[in-house]
């Protein structure tokens, strides 16, 4: 036996050594680079920064140390500068289709619907819309206002939401801006909602431990969300988020803590309004999936002369493609306009079947109904009915007209007009049975006047005799 005469590397292992830990170091700083320069951004705002108030609402002290991103919030501000229910050039959801106000009659959505505006006419535009009545409680200043946080932490939470809408007006006049997503301390990125904390509380999760990426995300899920006020008197603010965040899982929840929004006066079944579930909607599409924030896309980074700052001006994507989308995807911008105006259409095809068929649907049931049918007769297909509407108004509501999640809302619209269908035909052997054997005529529904003359002696005649 010979012992194998040793080799003699081909490298010295103290320089191996040395080059292992010089890779491991650059990849390292690589990979943190961003967060590395990040940290430093922050650094340097913190030492620089004019010293803010803790509740510090107006964004002309802000703008004294961060001028770019307050000129960039303000630039969002229309140039007629008319509330919206007033600003003609605000698309009129009800205008453009009128059906709605079927599927909402009873509920104050049927009175009114706009494309929402950006952040900075959120006080003007709460304030005029006909939705607000004495019924409206102070919870509905949570997403429009500044202020709100503060009027919470003064009355107490509880004491804040059990109060009307009314008498906050006086306080409540700053838009959504600087404070209601940063720390003034020290511009990190935060939650100021309540809501959104009770909601991660119940589910077991910690907001404390998000990252930035999802707190990109996180700081818009305190308004861009589906929420109701739990509690006749209480009207707590709560998102129902305790079985998931799918239209499947809203309606396990509701059923189990028996919350409906109102009684549908034409069908009489008892109805859930969906409000704005952009976070949850868009959870399910490729880009929520893949880790990418709302952030990513709505605001973007722009070059500013030699600085890189996020756009501020938080509106829709389609007025900068390029800055919005190109870093990822190497389209052009035809192409990228082509990519989210495609599932949109799709969407919408979809959507209006929906509508076409739920208002069907009301009305059969109501037909049934005043030709002898019973509640008890009618409670699977009233049930039937209203799980159909809430998955058509869970796409409905939610912005973008499916682009988020486009797979995702076709399946939600795919699910409720099969809900609907069955609602119908349970509804159509009812009928049946009374003798009923012709189709219920559909009014004329061509524009949002006729829509609304139609559902007003059904509204009339359902408030005098509510209890
Ligand atoms: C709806 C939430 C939201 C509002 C309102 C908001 N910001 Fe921001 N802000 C962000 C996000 C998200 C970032 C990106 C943070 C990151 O990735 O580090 C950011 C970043 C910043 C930064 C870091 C520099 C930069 O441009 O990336 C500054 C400074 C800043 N915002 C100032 C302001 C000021 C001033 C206002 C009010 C006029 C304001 N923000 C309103 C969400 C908001
Ligand atoms: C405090 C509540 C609140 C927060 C936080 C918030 N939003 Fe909004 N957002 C609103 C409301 C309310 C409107 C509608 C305002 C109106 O129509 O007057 C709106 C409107 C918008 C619009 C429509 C703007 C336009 O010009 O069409 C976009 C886009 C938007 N928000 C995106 C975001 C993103 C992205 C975030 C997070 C970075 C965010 N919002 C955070 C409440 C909020
Ligand atoms: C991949 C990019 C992308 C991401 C991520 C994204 N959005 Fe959007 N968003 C869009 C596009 C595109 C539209 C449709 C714009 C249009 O039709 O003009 C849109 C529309 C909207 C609108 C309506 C704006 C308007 O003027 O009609 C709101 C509000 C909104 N998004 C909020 C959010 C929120 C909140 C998140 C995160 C939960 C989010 N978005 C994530 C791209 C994105
Ligand atoms: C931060 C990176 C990022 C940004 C910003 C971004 N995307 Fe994407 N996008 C992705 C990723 C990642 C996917 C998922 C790809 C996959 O799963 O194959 C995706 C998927 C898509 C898809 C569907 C899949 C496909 O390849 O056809 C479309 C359409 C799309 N993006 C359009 C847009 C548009 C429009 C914008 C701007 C409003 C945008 N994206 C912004 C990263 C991004």
Not at 82 to 102: M, N
Not at 273 to 295: R, T, V
Request: glycine residues 4%; hydrophobic residues 40%.
């Amino acid at each position: 036996m010979t012992n194998p005469t040793p080799r003699a590397p081909l490298l010295p292992g103290w320089l191996v050594l040395s080059l292992a830990i010089l890779l491991a170091l650059g990849l390292g700083m690589l990979a943190s680079s961003i967060n590395q320069r990040r940290v430093e951004a922050r650094l340097v705002r913190v030492q620089f920064m004019q010293p803010l108030d803790p509740e510090e609402v107006s964004p002309e002290r802000w703008n004294r140390s961060f001028p770019r991103q307050t000129l960039a919030w303000q630039s969002s501000r229309d140039p007629a500068g008319a509330p919206a229910f007033l600003y003609e050039q605000v698309r009129d959801y009800l205008v453009e289709r009128p059906r709605l106000a079927v599927l909402w009659a009873g509920f104050p959505f049927a009175r009114a619907w706009k494309w929402p505006r950006s952040h900075v006419h959120s006080v003007e535009d709460v304030r005029g819309t006909p939705r607000i009545d004495e019924e409206t409680p102070a919870a509905c200043w949570a997403c429009k206002s500044s202020d709100a946080p503060r009027l919470m932490a003064r009355e107490g939470l509880s004491a804040y939401y059990a109060r009307d809408f009314e008498p906050h007006k006086p306080e409540a006049t700053h838009a959504i801006a600087c404070l209601d997503c940063h720390a003034p301390e020290t511009m990190d990125l935060r939650v100021t909602r309540p809501a959104l904390k009770e909601a991660f509380r119940r589910q077991g999760k910690d907001l404390e431990t998000a990252s930035l990426q999802e707190m990109r995300s996180l700081v818009c899920a305190q308004c861009h969300v589906e929420y109701y006020f739990k509690g006749k008197k209480e009207n707590h603010l709560t998102h129902p988020w305790d079985e998931g965040l799918t239209p499947e899982a809203f309606e396990a929840y509701y059923a189990r803590v028996g919350h409906v929004d109102w009684i549908h006066p034409v069908s009489g079944a008892r109805m859930l309004k969906m409000q704005h579930p952009d976070y949850e909607l868009s959870h399910k599409g490729p880009h929520a999936q893949a880790g990418i924030s709302c952030a990513d896309c709505h605001m973007p980074y722009i070059a500013e002369g030699s600085a890189r700052v996020t756009d501020h001006s938080m509106r829709s994507p389609s007025r900068n493609l390029l800055a919005a989308c190109q870093v990822c995807h190497p389209w052009s911008e035809a192409e990228l306009f082509d990519s989210i105006v495609q599932p949109q259409r799709a969407t919408r095809l979809a959507r209006e079947q929906a509508e076409k068929v739920l208002v069907a649907a009301h009305l059969e049931i109501g037909d049934a109904a005043r030709h002898g049918a019973t509640d008890a007769e009618l409670e699977e297909v009233r049930d039937l009915l209203s799980r159909a509407q809430l998955s058509w108004d869970y796409v409905a509501s939610a912005n973008s007209q499916g682009f988020h999640a486009p797979e995702e809302a076709l399946r939600i619209l795919g699910r409720s007009l099969d809900l609907a269908g069955q609602c119908r035909q349970r509804t159509r052997e009812i009928r049946a049975a009374r003798g009923r054997r012709e189709p219920v005529p559909i009014p004329d529904l061509s524009t949002k006047a006729k829509a609304q003359a139609f559902i007003k002696p059904y509204e009339e005649s359902a408030r005098a005799t509510a209890p």
